[in-house]
């Protein structure tokens, strides 16, 4: 299988020093693009190669791109989202930490195709080991002259910052990021006007997740329509898939889009955990709707194919879980994560997560009234679509999926039921 | 006032930046790691040297869980919680380290050493169960693991 974007993985940081990155073919894409390609068919190269965001919303790249308007008073700006902290996604951890170049190249080629003379990463604040290992490589590429003023004789002038996060998940959507580096509360913004045309600062601004930017200098090397050939039809390329939980070897794989989940857990990981059998699968990130253990044999990874079972392919972080696991607990703990990575804003999701939550703790008392189960769908429902962002609904999908698809593994926490169950067995 | 290192780092850090108050994240880690947390004179510091209210760098202080408004120890053992960590025994991680310190969660030990927290996901979900102590991570950890590496803290 072609790996794109984890091709020097196995040398296990050494790409970190700028000569090793360049002399395994990188930055060859930058001065490609500054020479041969004017800022406007980069991004219709980035058009063709069918590329969307990697952060989760798999919105098209190359589409948000040509939102941001061509002339701007206020300066324009490209954000790196490196916040990554959704549940069960480590991704863009090793896509920094053994390859940091090919991620800050794609962000200067953003940069040039943009006309945005700036650039930040914001990275989550846990991640400090990381953020040292950019700011040395930056350090790196502003002395060889990729960085700073007319890069590579070309006349384009381009700045880059890493800007280190505090410990909030709403921080990674991507209104919040920007109020967050505004130096303020991560508060999400209205939307529109989005932030191609009102973002950093009040000027247009792209923000792109890690795994996006690093897919860039790739697309400029060999093409759109090379990138787009390794994957599916509507889902071009690869993707990093993090596969946590119960398998056997755990890790992060670069796949070809539309690559079946199934094989991904048998062959890339060995299997489910101490062979047991599988029960259910969180295919993209904790926000997303789980998948039962029959569903899964279905299933490829690519946008089209895991929305078609019900679920969405979100940011690629796959938590697998056996039969041993109780998808009432396992739901639980995610509700607790959104409790309180609620950002307090807006009622629906402030509220409503704390009320989930409180549900939970009294069902895991075996101290479930009846009618709890169908209090947990009704909550999730009212926040479901009613919140300011997208965390709202994050928090109520996999509440109901989960109630629709392993219904007995709430059921057991009613008190109710526990008596009919004891009543029976009499 | 920061040491004289540490103001001229942040002096650098503003210029980041075409606003100061950007600087403020920055600018707390640095008291933070001066004081071990962010103190009453940090908050009206940094306020002033970013030009801020004195409540915006509060309300931005108690927004973001990484920052600390009272005293904590000096190793903070923070255990994820979440999903992926706890499918593989996170739970018992937190429990050994509650009963070998004799603290609670959110507790500092008598001798201001060790603070314990539970934190929520930490990005190293394929190397659960994680925790990170002060800025270091370790992956895959045992409770003998553990135990090792709390002797080894000084």
Redo the contacts between chains.
């Keep these: 299988m072609t790996k794109v974007l984890t091709s020097r993985f196995h040398l296990k940081g050494q790409a970190c020093d700028i000569d090793v990155y360049k002399q395994t073919g990188g930055y060859q894409a930058l001065p490609k693009a500054l020479k041969e390609f004017k800022p406007d068919q980069v991004i219709d190269e980035v058009k063709k190669s069918v590329l969307r965001g990697r952060g989760g919303a798999g919105f098209p790249t190359g589409m948000k791109w040509s939102f941001v308007p061509k002339e701007s008073k206020r300066p324009k700006y490209v954000v790196c989202n490196a916040d990554e902290s959704e549940p069960g996604t480590g991704k863009d951890r090793d896509l920094m930490r053994y390859d940091p170049h090919q991620m800050i190249e794609g962000m200067i080629i953003a940069g040039y195709a943009l006309g945005s003379n700036a650039s930040y990463i914001y990275i989550r604040g846990e991640y400090w080991f990381i953020k040292e290992i950019l700011e040395k490589a930056i350090a790196q590429a502003y002395a060889q002259g990729y960085l700073g003023k007319n890069i590579l004789g070309s006349g384009f002038d381009h700045d880059m910052y890493v800007h280190p996060g505090a410990g909030a998940y709403i921080c990674g959507e991507e209104t919040a990021l920007l109020e967050s580096l505004e130096g303020k509360r991560g508060h999400p913004r209205l939307k529109p006007p989005f932030p191609a045309v009102v973002g950093l600062y009040g000027g247009p601004t792209v923000v792109n997740n890690v795994e996006t930017l690093a897919v860039v200098p790739h697309i400029i090397l060999n093409g759109g329509e090379w990138y787009k050939a390794l994957g599916t039809e509507k889902s071009g390329g690869t993707k990093l898939f993090t596969v946590s939980g119960h398998v056997n070897n755990p890790g992060n794989f670069e796949v070809p889009m539309g690559y079946p989940l199934m094989s991904l857990i048998n062959n890339e990981c060995g299997g489910i955990s101490g062979g047991r059998k599988l029960k259910a699968v969180i295919p993209g990130g904790s926000s997303v709707p789980i998948l039962t253990a029959e569903e899964c044999e279905k299933v490829n990874m690519d946008y089209e194919s895991v929305a078609a079972a019900g679920s969405m392919l979100g940011s690629g972080g796959v938590i697998v879980m056996d039969e041993t696991a109780d998808i009432f607990e396992s739901t639980m703990n995610l509700t607790h994560f959104y409790k309180h990575e609620s950002c307090g804003w807006c009622t629906p999701c402030r509220e409503g997560t704390r009320w989930l939550y409180k549900v939970f703790q009294r069902m895991k008392r075996y101290e479930g009234r009846s009618g709890d189960v169908e209090l947990l769908y009704d909550l999730a429902d009212k926040i479901l679509g009613k919140s300011f962002c997208a965390l709202g609904d994050a928090a109520a999908m996999p509440v109901q999926s989960a109630i629709k698809k392993f219904r007995e593994d709430f059921d057991r926490r009613i008190k109710h039921n526990l008596i009919q169950i004891a009543k029976a067995a009499d | 006032m920061f040491t004289q290192a540490n103001e001229t780092k942040l002096d650098e850090i503003i210029t980041?930046?075409?606003?100061k108050?950007?600087?403020?994240?920055?600018a707390?880690?640095i008291a933070q790691e001066e004081h071990g947390y962010v103190t009453d004179d940090d908050v009206r510091y940094i306020a002033q040297r970013?030009d801020?209210r004195v409540n915006?760098v509060e309300?931005?202080v108690t927004?973001?869980?990484?920052?600390s408004r009272k005293p904590v120890g000096k190793y903070k053992l923070q255990v994820c919680?979440?999903?992926?960590c706890?499918?593989?025994g996170a739970e018992k991680i937190a429990e050994h380290i509650e009963h070998k310190l004799h603290i609670g969660m959110g507790e500092t030990t008598i001798d201001g050493k060790f603070t314990l927290t539970e934190?929520?996901?930490?990005?190293?979900?394929?190397?659960?169960p994680c925790l990170?102590v002060n800025?270091?991570?370790h992956e895959k950890v045992t409770t003998d693991g553990v135990d090792k590496l709390i002797e080894g803290l000084k």
């Design positions: 980041h930046y075409p606003v108050r950007s600087a403020v994240l920055p707390l880690y970013l801020m915006e309300e931005v927004f973001y869980t990484m920052y919680r979440t999903l992926s706890a499918l593989l934190v929520e996901c930490l990005g190293y979900c394929d190397l659960a990170q800025f270091d991570y």
